[in-house]
């Protein structure tokens, strides 16, 4: 699942004094789960937010039910751009799902804040083996040396192009091994002013942009305690520069246009020839017949230090408080399991995180090469988070977008946007 | 994102219900004569019977405002003295969000941009007035026509209204660009070059709020006795001298209600900024106005103490433009 930039939501406004209100109305509601065997019929919540995965999910549901006749799983379907507002008030006020879908930028927030349930006695009652999921997730979902989620599916970052302007200008097609030159000799050969064509898209873009390039260029956004700023190496000014030379030789379009027209649309309307994106676009480009057929993927091509991606993915966890702990670690470790992910691979929607069932959602698709996302795993770094994620990113995406305006050169932009997350997140400890 | 101005101003409630305006009737300036206190009769049955009836149907408002309004606004009074975090969990901390203030320079500017935006935002009033005069004029066909069009603005929700003016404005496909190179002039970005992105949002946000306007315009104009325009064509009074002379100063008191409306509607902008504007624009530091900071504080970065004192920020600064306005109102405002 992506994650936008802008998570807020217009309604969220209404909530500060609604949410001011649950602070004091909670307080009874927010009793801790039984420990013991229940007896009798449970109803479990899950909180969820794709409706595209809604069929999945309720056959999973179904399937867990036939299997625990005693409980029942309700989905909760709460839009994404409300869903994190929502579930924070209703986690202030106890009553958040018991079971609910997490993401990276959130985890370490709900589990240093415990409101989530430590998994462990999810994990050996169940039977879960960790070694089933990506590495990279498994740490994503890791605070304080306890798993807090198990990872439920992920995404990976390639390169799609456009083949028709490839063959317009005779550049060969991109290849499983090729390099940042390649890359970047490609995005000028490509480039056709006359015909407002651009070789590459290069927005201030994190995920599927800056945090695959700084890890390739053998740097790191943030370190693996999430409490020290990387932006400020050498290597981190490298990965920044790959995208800002693109700008500034006119291979790219400017902050402006792709402010006024979304890169993804330029791509889409064949004004731009390659563009970096995620794993969950396969299923966009597919819908469309003309791109179908025009469109592929590449990995990202292979930095001074490693063809490295980002990985991020969803990831299924416990309310801390809820009132039906062992049916919630029942369903939970079901949503781990093999035949969880066997559901989710055929409905197409996201590549399941559970070993060896990620083939059906590339057989899917066939006329891409999806396998360039897989292939990527084992290099893959883990999604960049702290406990309050959301304040550097919002650093990074005002910093940045004036390094690549152009209104503060990249070296000293770092410099500034190290130092500024760095007293974020000693805030943060 | 689809739910338009009405929620996205509820969210600053405690701002609005603060400064005490709303209350303002299109003559405010009446209360000030007053009509004498009842003078004191014997309790007769009728009147307690009135007095409960009053009572019943008057409570649920009550109970409304006091739930929704008042009690926020207490909260956010408290909340701005702690820290609160993300899950609850508050720590007294005094005075310190406020002393916070003071260093923060973004919030500074983001409050600068927003009185700038105000500004532009009340160029909607000579407009409105303008437009207004016309469609008075008198045989003109079609009024209705025109001022279900001036009208439909309003009821559009501004979200929406936001996305297609971004299709309008767009710097490489926008329809405005392409007019103005017809007759070779070079457009910009609009929504994203930092010199034009906040007038651009403004002109925005005055299109969206001129239908209300000319709509109260127009039945001010309709009101004005038709004996004096005749008494000063005989005097050889011109249609120019006579809006200048006789609809301005009759009608002044509607354009008080409008412009302390349009004022406070202003100062609150968020909506467009959220749907025109954002953190990945580069012309988002001037463009994001102090509705969207106090938002970025209290619901992205989780400091809702810091924002709550944001907000108290706002309700002063509503509440100090708006006293202005009152006090200022004696000396171009009259009352008939």
């Not at chain 2, 009135?50 to 008042?70: E, M, R």
């Not at chain 2, 005989?234 to 409306?261: E, K």
């Not at chain 2, 025109?276 to 001037?286: F, K, L």
Request: net charge positive; proline share 6%.
């Amino acid at each position: 699942m992506r994650i936008p930039r802008r998570t807020s939501t217009l309604a969220a406004t209404a909530l500060l004094p609604l949410a001011a209100l649950a602070l004091t109305a909670c307080g009874s509601t927010g009793g801790s789960g039984s420990n013991g065997p229940e007896n009798g019929p449970v109803t479990l919540s899950y909180g969820i937010w794709d409706k595209n995965q809604v069929p999945a999910m309720q056959k999973i549901a179904d399937e867990f039910h036939a299997a625990n006749p005693n409980v029942t799983v309700k989905l909760q379907v709460t839009p994404f751009k409300q869903y994190f507002t929502t579930l924070q008030t209703a986690a202030a006020g106890g009553g958040a799902p018991d079971v609910f879908w997490m993401n990276g930028p959130n985890v370490k927030l709900y589990a240093s804040n415990q409101q989530l349930l430590p998994l462990d006695q999810t994990i050996s009652t169940g039977k879960l083996d960790l070694a089933k999921y990506p590495k990279a997730l498994v740490d994503l979902y890791s605070y304080g040396g306890k798993a807090y989620g198990i990872p439920k599916d992920f995404d990976t970052v390639g390169v799609w192009y456009n083949k028709a302007l490839f063959d317009a200008k005779k550049v060969p097609y991109p290849k499983d091994d090729w390099t940042w030159a390649d890359f970047q000799s490609a995005a000028r050969a490509l480039t056709d002013k006359g015909k407002g064509v651009w070789g590459a898209a290069a927005p201030v873009e994190d995920q599927s942009g800056f945090y695959d390039t700084i890890p390739s260029a053998g740097g790191q956004v943030i370190d693996a305690a999430g409490a020290k700023s990387g932006f400020g190496s050498p290597e981190a000014l490298q990965g920044i520069e790959f995208w800002t030379s693109l700008v500034k030789d006119g291979a790219s379009p400017t902050v402006q246009q792709m402010t006024d027209t979304s890169p993804g649309d330029l791509f889409k309307a064949g004004k731009v020839a390659m563009y970096w994106n995620g794993s969950w676009a396969a299923v966009e480009y597919n819908d469309v017949p003309e791109l179908k057929q025009t469109v592929n993927v590449a990995p990202v091509p292979k930095g001074p230090k490693g063809q490295i991606s980002v990985i991020h993915g969803l990831g299924n966890v416990i309310y801390a408080k809820t009132k039906h702990q062992d049916a919630a670690q029942k369903f939970v470790a079901f949503l781990g399991g093999e035949r969880a992910a066997q559901i989710q691979a055929e409905a197409g929607a996201v590549i399941p995180a559970y070993e060896g069932t990620q083939e059906a959602w590339v057989k899917a698709m066939p006329q891409f090469n999806l396998k360039a996302y897989l292939d990527e795993v084992p290099n893959a770094v883990p999604y960049p988070a702290s406990k309050n994620t959301k304040v550097w990113t919002t650093l990074q995406t005002d910093i940045l977008t004036k390094v690549w305006n152009g209104e503060v050169d990249a070296a000293t932009g770092l410099k500034d946007l190290a130092t500024q997350m760095d007293a974020a997140l000693a805030k943060e400890q | 994102m689809a739910s338009g101005t009405a929620t996205a101003t509820s969210g600053a409630a405690a701002v609005r219900t603060g400064s005490g305006s709303r209350a303002t009737s299109p003559a405010p300036g009446r209360r000030a004569h007053g009509r004498p206190a009842p003078t004191r009769r014997p309790a007769s049955a009728k009147r307690r019977n009135d007095l409960f009836w009053a009572a019943v149907f008057i409570t649920p408002t009550l109970l409304g405002l006091l739930v929704f309004y008042l009690w926020p606004v207490v909260r956010t009074l408290l909340i701005s003295f702690t820290e609160t975090g993300p899950f609850g969990g508050s720590q007294w901390v005094g005075l310190d969000n406020y002393a916070k203030l003071f260093g923060d320079a973004r919030l500074w500017e983001t409050l600068l941009n927003t009185l700038k935006f105000t500004v532009v935002a009340l160029l909607g009033i000579p407009i409105a007035l303008v437009v207004a005069a016309l469609l008075s004029t008198e045989g003109l066909r079609g009024v209705k026509v025109y001022r279900v069009l001036y009208f439909l603005p309003v009821v559009t929700m501004p979200a929406a209204v936001g996305l297609i003016w971004r299709t309008l404005y767009n710097g490489d496909v926008g329809v405005i660009n392409a007019m103005l190179h017809v007759v070779g002039i070079q457009g910009t970005n609009w929504l994203s070059n930092p010199d034009t992105a906040l007038y651009a949002i403004a002109a925005v946000g005055i299109w969206l709020g001129l239908g209300t306007q000319v709509v109260i315009f127009l039945a001010a104009i309709q009101g004005v006795p038709k004996e004096l325009y005749e008494a000063a064509a005989l005097d050889g009074a011109g249609r120019v001298r006579q809006f200048w002379s006789i609809t301005l100063p009759t009608i002044s008191p509607s354009v008080f209600f409008i412009s302390v409306l349009a004022v406070i509607g202003a100062l609150q902008t968020f909506d467009l900024i959220f749907v025109m504007s954002g953190p990945t624009n580069p012309a988002y530091p001037q463009t994001e106005t102090i509705v969207a900071q106090f938002y970025q504080r209290g619901f992205v970065e989780n400091q809702q103490g810091y924002a709550a004192a944001i907000a108290l920020v706002i309700l002063v600064v509503i509440v100090a433009v708006t006293a202005l306005q009152f006090r200022l109102q004696k000396k171009w405002v009259h009352y008939v």
